[in-house]
T-cell receptor, first 113, second 113 residues
C-alpha cells in the first residue's frame, strides 16, 4: 500500500536536546511538507520541499531544520533553539507543489520534559 | 494575506441530526477550497475539495460543501451524522498564485447519543 509513514509515534525529549522526526513516502510525490499542530490552532507550515535537495522555510521555521537527500524522505530536526517544541508534528506530501491535494502521515507527538 | 475562519471551535449534535460546519476565508481572489478530517491522534484525510465548476461539492462519508463566492464561504454539511463522524474538521484554502494551504483552526464535531 502506498502512503506516508512517520516515526516514532510518540517521542520524549529533554530540554536542550536535538531530536529528529522521520517521514517517508512511497507515493512517488515530489513535494513534501512539515506542519506543526497545537490544540485549538490550525496547521502551521514549518518547511516544505518541491524537489530533492531543495527546501523552503514556512511560517514557523525558527528552531527547526530539514534535509531532502532522497525523494522518499524528508526528516525534520527539532533543535534546542526551538523554545516550545511540545506539539503534534504532521508530515504531508503531494504530487507537486501546485498539486491540489496533500496526503498526510499519522503524526508524531513530541513532548519535551 | 489569505486567512481562514472556522466560526465554531466545537459543534455538538445529536446522532442522526443534520450538521453544518462553517468556514469563511478572507480573499475573494481565485482559490481552491478543501475540507479535511482528523480522527483522534491521527493524520488528516481529505473529505472534499472545490477547484472549479459546480459550487456544490460532494465528498466521502456523505459530506458535501457549497462554495459561495459572494460570501467567501465554504460550509460543510451532512444530513444525518453518525457516531463515527466524531472528529475534528479543518477547512483550508489555497491561493492559486502560490498553492500553499492556509488552514482554519478546526471544528470539533461532537456526536451526542
Amino acid at each position: 500500500d502506498g502512503g506516508i509513514t512517520q516515526s516514532p509515534k510518540y517521542l520524549f525529549r529533554k530540554e536542550g536536546q536535538n531530536v529528529t522526526l522521520s517521514c517517508e513516502q512511497n507515493l512517488n510525490h515530489d513535494a513534501m511538507y512539515w506542519y506543526r499542530q497545537d490544540p485549538g490552532q490550525g496547521l502551521r507550515l514549518i518547511y516544505y520541499s518541491q524537489i530533492v535537495n531543495d527546501f523552503q522555510k514556512g511560517d514557523i521555521a525558527e528552531g527547526y531544520s530539514v534535509s531532502r537527500e532522497k525523494k522518499e524522505s524528508f526528516p525534520l530536526t527539532v533543535t534546542s533553539a526551538q523554545k516550545n517544541p511540545t506539539a503534534f508534528y504532521l508530515c504531508a506530501s503531494s504530487l507537486g507543489l501546485a498539486d491540489t491535494e496533500q496526503f498526510f502521515g499519522p503524526g508524531t507527538r513530541l513532548t519535551v520534559l | 494575506a489569505q486567512s481562514v475562519t472556522q466560526l465554531d471551535s466545537q459543534v455538538p449534535v445529536f446522532e442522526e441530526a443534520p450538521v453544518e460546519l462553517r468556514c469563511n476565508y478572507s480573499s475573494s481572489v481565485s482559490v481552491y477550497l478543501f475540507w479535511y478530517v482528523q480522527y483522534p491522534n491521527q493524520g488528516l484525510q481529505l473529505l472534499l475539495k472545490y477547484l472549479s465548476g459546480s459550487t456544490l461539492v460532494k465528498g466521502i462519508n456523505g459530506f458535501e460543501a457549497e462554495f459561495n463566492k459572494s460570501q467567501t464561504s465554504f460550509h460543510l454539511r451532512k444530513p444525518s451524522v453518525h457516531i463515527s463522524d466524531t472528529a475534528e474538521y479543518f477547512c483550508a484554502v489555497s491561493d492559486r498564485s502560490n498553492y500553499q494551504l492556509i488552514w482554519g483552526a478546526g471544528t470539533k464535531l461532537i456526536i451526542k447519543p
